[in-house]
């Protein structure tokens, strides 16, 4: 960040580029971003975040650039995260987001932004939560996010959502066996995608019997539109359930797990190292491991 960060933000006002640098900043957890994070940090802004969440190749993406174009026909500006589960930036995963998201690459009020997972152990990068309090201060009132659903990435989203849409479609194979059965039961919505191909009507009514409430499953073809405003819709009624006192508090302590489990990952694999794993059992060096970790700040 070449910058220095003003004590007061006109969050509003600040250029693509300028919020290109806070997010690298605020990505890397750079010392100047901290001043960034605690003013964001000291309010609620405006909108409202979304996770999508679901195995590779269910259409999350697509969902996403669909979504997009709903929200624009609304006016909307809008933020879009994508969680690239490769360390690599330049990897095929990373690439064909951003050609999906091509049709959008000209509209000044969408802004897309990947980031990497890195050594976060499979997680959500822990500074998704504030870049998508940075992309509410700015002004784009819809932030998405997209991860990768594989164990705990999809729990680790719920917590940094407002509202988390898993996405299933037909024709993975037995992903849906796989399913975790939390899952089903913190994601607001389940979104069975690719409701054109076949098998859809059956996941559907499987996914329905499974679900807490089967009005909580909703068909749409993402590359089509079809059943995207409903989607839209649904999404939009989930809001004052999210905004009650309760719910944030609730996403408040999930956000401060996961970055506390971050640290605890960093602080163990720091001293595993150099740790003696030979002497005694792998439990005896487990406790032992446990017991070195420096817990002051
Ligand atoms: N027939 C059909 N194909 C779809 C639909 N939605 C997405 N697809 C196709 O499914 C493929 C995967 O879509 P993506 O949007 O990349 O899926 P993803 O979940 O983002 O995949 P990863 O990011 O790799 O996990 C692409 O070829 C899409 O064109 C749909 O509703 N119907
Ligand atoms: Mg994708």
Redesign the pocket.
Known sequence: MSDPVPSSIEWGTLTTRRLGQLMTAIEEQRPEAADVVAALQRQTWPGLTVGVT?????????????LVRELRRRRERVGVV?VD?SSDRTGG?FL??RL?MMEHATDADVLVRSIATRGHGGGVAPAVSDLARLLRAAGYAWVLI?T?GAGQVETDVVARADVTLL?Q?PGLGDEIQALKKGILEVADLVVV?????PGAVELRRQLETWAASPERVLA?????G?GIAELLQAIDARRPERASETSRLRARREEVRGLALAILRDRLDASLRDADVTRGTTWEAAERLVASLRFEP
């Open positions: 679901g195995p590779p190749g269910s259409g999350k993406s697509t969902l996403i650039s669909a994508a589960p995963a064909g987001d999906r997209e990768v996405v479609a995608n690719k409701s054109d191909q749409t073809c993402a590359t089509s079809e």
